[in-house]
């Protein structure tokens, strides 16, 4: 049974930082695209940033030069360290994965097929 699970949310002040985790199980996601998506209560689930199995990242233009994705291949891990957080990065935050590797993933929820629990992150002073 595949499960994806994220840790490392949690309340913290504007400008501050947290870093995000996720762990795979049940499967060797090595060669796979892993991304983070979050989403506000009301709204639609959106792409945050993701990693390919060749190590190529993106990232929403909102995030960029704050958040930095990166991964372990060895111990099917990915993580999302976040710097200079904003109230409006406020969100419940996903870990995902493609059913397929080598996929060629762009921003869609739909290309993403594993997706773990959720980890909650509040910006708040």
């Known amino acids: 049974q595949v499960q994806l699970v994220e840790s490392g949310g949690g309340l913290v002040q504007p400008g501050g930082s947290l870093r995000l985790s996720c762990a795979a199980s049940?499967?060797?996601?090595?060669?796979?695209?892993m991304g983070w998506f979050r989403q506000t209560p009301g709204k639609e689930r959106e792409f945050v940033a993701a990693i390919r199995w060749n190590g190529l990242t993106y990232y929403t233009d909102s995030v960029k030069g704050r958040f930095t994705i990166s991964r372990d291949k060895t111990k099917n891990t990915v993580a999302l360290q976040m710097n200079t957080l904003k109230p409006e990065d406020t969100a419940v935050y996903y870990c995902?994965?493609?059913?397929?590797?080598?996929?060629?993933?762009?921003?869609?929820?739909?290309?993403?097929?594993?997706w773990g629990q959720g980890t909650q992150v509040t910006v708040s002073s």
């Open positions: 995902a994965a493609p059913f397929t590797p080598y996929a060629l993933t762009s921003r869609e929820t739909n290309e993403f097929h594993y």
């Open positions: 049940g499967r060797d996601f090595s060669q796979h695209a």
